[in-house]
Every structure is written in C-alpha cells, then in structure tokens.
C-alpha cells in the first residue's frame, strides 16, 4: 500500500527546478504561473536563498516543485492508498486526493505565505529542533520558560520542534538539556510557526478559505491538527486555519498511516526530511524520496520490492527499469485474479519481452497489450491497462488482497519495440 507525503517550508533549496526543466512535467510551473500571476519558473531555477527563505517564497516554491514531482510520479501509474502533508505540505496533499483544485490550492498557498510572513514581521519569533527528548519533556520545558514559546512539531520519536520568541526558545532549550536532549539546532525562520504567535495570519487566513471550494476526498488525507482522516470537506477549512496555531502531529500522522496498512512512504518534492522520519516513527513502513528525475528510477525499484531488480531477455539484457515503465493499478479493494489468458505469466518472477506484435502468443511472457486490455479482476471489477505495451512483471499474485491504488503489473511502454 502507497501513501503519498509531502514536505513542508524548510526543504526548498535554490535551483532545485533545474533538474525538471526537460521532464513533461515541468510545465505544471507554467499552470501555476499562470494561476499565480507571476513567473514562478524564476522562482525554482534562479531565486538566491535569501529570497528562497522568505516564508511568501519558500511555501510557493516547495508546493509548486511537490506537484511538479507528483505528476511525474502519476504518469508512471502510481497513486496512492492514503495523503498526508507536513504543515504547507497539508495543501498539495489535499491537492493530490482532489480536495483541493490546483487553482484554489494555488491560490491559498499564496495567501497563507503572505499572512504568515505579515505575522511574523509583526512579532517576530523563531523555531528550534530539540533531538533525544521524549515528548512530555519538550512540553515540560515549554511550560517551565515562563515565556512565549510552544511545542510546534511532533515530527519523530525524540524529535520535538519548539517555536515562539527568541527569549522563549533560549529559557526552552535550557530547561530541555536538562531534562535529557541531546542536542539543539537552531532553525533559520522569522516566526514561530504553529503557535499562537500566528493568530493574525489564522484570521487572514480564515477569510480565504471560505471563499474556495473543497470537495471530498479521493483518498484519505491524516490531517496536522489532529492526525485524524477527514472525509467531510466542511471540515477542512477549520482544520487548516486551526493548523496555523497549532503542533503538527506528524509522528502520529505517520502511526495513522502506518496502522492503515500503508507499507511504502513516498515523500515527494524537495529534501528528503520525512523518509527519515518515517525510518523512525514508523520502522514497519519502508521510506522513499523523490526530489529528481533520477529518484523515479529507485521509486519504481522499491514499489517492486527489490532494489537490484533488472529486466532480462532478448530485447532488455541488463536494462534498468526506466521511466518507460508503466504501473496498472488496483481500481477496488479485493482478491486479484490474473486474466486467463495471461495466467502462464503469473509463474514466472521476471515476464520477458519475448513476443512479437501480432505474434499471436498470448499466454507467453511478454505478451504485447492494448489500452483497455483486461489484465485481471479484483473481486467483480475488472482490471484494464491505461496503457499500450508489455507485460514485463505481475506485482500482485493470484489469491492476493490487495487495496485501491496498489499495482498489480507492470508494463513497459516502450524500448522493447512496442
């Protein structure tokens, strides 16, 4: 089971477009662009990090460079069982489940940017991550400070972010030395995100989300407040103005995710964070980032569930799995069933492009397939490819219950002569 993750403000890094400037997907910079009114594509390709840093920025660059990623994870076939997005990572999460339409969710990032910066040039603050200290203690620090400053993320197992004034953080991080961390870094942002120090920009904020359209859920998202799955598109609205004053439960989220079966974390956009925070919140589930191109090659390897897998035969001797790979997914919750015809296939690991078109092998390895083509059921629901080309691999075996959006084949689309 896939679940899709997305990194918040703080992963942007300048020039990180660079390396999607010839990949069919950068022209989702162009639509958001063209939503946003400005040129965005500067943004990702030539922005110093003095300007990339600024909070209006950074959140605009790190949502715009997610779904640039997802995108060109989708067009490899992949989607998700489950979302969930670290603080502006909530908004393309909910963007990727069709909560959130690019256009509107553009259009509040914008706005939650330009209302958190105002907040923070009002009052300033800053942010500090506390590492080897269990959560009670990090509250117990904030609480003893006597001063402004809150626990602002609970990201991992020892792993606390603390945010407020700078006064508050410096009396904080005493106190949590000495109630066990081991060590404090200090994060370069202007406000204290996720406290009550970002009241005026939940306000501003408010006021915009009333004014666009958020529709349920194609999948579930975890949201930040309360590490819960929200259907009910009503209950958006409040959960993202409430999430500006409130701690990320990103710890929890990742438990939620895990406790519904998820066994892959894909975080998509810029760093790499939270794969090491699933590593450690979540060891039962297995971490994968894509920032570049060249991670979809090691996404599709861990989707099959081995990392030195290589196709073999004729046509593909030592070739790796490229992006002309395709994924056929689950359309339904339910036991799989390879199409009849395509049965002789299921015994072997590695299918083999061996047939040619109009060959008339049909239950050989490599049996050439046409969109709509059925490859299986699960349960009463057939199971078509959206795609032209050969069956390489099944990535789900006879008798196996498998969930929506998990995939069942593998196709490749071309570089075998289809």
Known sequence: MLAFTFPGQGSQRSGMGHAWVDHPSWEVAG????????????????????????????????????????????RLGLAPAACAGHSLGEYTALVASGALSLADGTSLVIERGDA????????????????GIADDDAESACQRAESDVWVANYNAPGQVVIAGTEEGIAAATVLAKELGARKVLPIPVSGAFHTPMMLPARTRLRERLDQVTFHAPEVPVVANVDARVHTDPGEWPGLLSA???????????????????ATLAIELGPGGVLTGMVRRATPDVRGVSVAVPDDLD????????????????????GEHLYTSERVVVSP?????????????????????????????????????????????????VEVRTPFEGILVRWLAMRGERVVEGQPVAWIRTRGSGS
């Open 31 to 74: 639509e958001a662009s063209d939503i946003a009114g400005r040129d965005l594509t500067s943004l990702l390709l030539d922005a110093p990090m003095e300007e990339l840093t600024r909070t209006a920025n950074a959140q605009l660059a790190t949502f715009v460079t997610s779904l640039i990623v997802l995108d060109a994870v989708e």
């Open 298 to 317: 090691k996404l599709m390897d861990s989707v099959s569930g081995s990392d030195e897998w290589t196709a073999s035969g004729p046509d593909s001797q």
């Open 116 to 131: 958190m910066q105002a907040a923070a040039d009002a009052r300033p603050g800053t942010m500090a991550a506390l590492i």
């Open 243 to 261: 999430q500006l004053c409130s701690p990320v439960r990103w710890r929890h989220s990742l438990e939620v995710l895990s406790g519904r079966g």
């Open 332 to 380: 339904a919750p339910g036991v799989f069933e390879p199409a009849v015809h395509l049965a002789a296939l299921e015994s072997s690991a590695l299918a083999v492009a061996t047939a040619a078109p109009g060959s008339g092998a049909g239950a050989k390895p490599g049996t050439r397939l046409a969109v709509g083509d059925q490859v299986g059921t699960v349960g009463l």
